[in-house]
């Protein structure tokens, strides 16, 4: 199992960013994708899932402004973040079926 996460970077105060998540190494269109993020200091926090078949869940702090997604085709899932807050500067991860996770991308929002 291989994920690696990319997109991240500096973006100012209500910018918005697209995280990626390529998957390899099993079976990507029946496997649950969930993103999670560790803030400086912090545990990780969940953000967002969504199943095989594109049924997305989200943690109430995030429904309406990010935005889970996946390309079963290119095996690939992304997050949609938008409107982000220097609250949201943190590690972000993709995860298969709440197990193993790549090495995450940096967000870092000023403001």
């Known amino acids: 199992v291989e994920l690696v996460e990319s997109g991240g970077g500096l973006v100012q105060l209500g910018e918005s960013l697209v995280l990626s998540c390529k998957a390899s190494?099993?079976?990507?269109?029946?496997?649950?994708i969930d993103w999670a993020r560790q803030r400086p200091g912090e545990g990780l926090e969940w953000v967002a899932g969504?199943?095989?078949?594109?049924?997305?869940y989200y943690s109430g702090a995030f429904e309406g402004r990010f935005i889970i997604t996946r390309d079963n085709n290119k095996n690939t899932a992304y997050l949609q973040m938008s409107n982000l807050s220097p609250k949201d500067t943190a590690v972000y991860y993709c995860?298969?079926?709440?197990?193993?996770r790549g090495q995450g991308t940096q967000v870092t929002v000023i403001s």
């Open positions: 190494g099993f079976t990507f269109s029946s496997a649950n």
């Open positions: 969504i199943f095989g078949d594109g049924t997305k």
């Open positions: 995860a298969k079926d709440r197990g193993p």
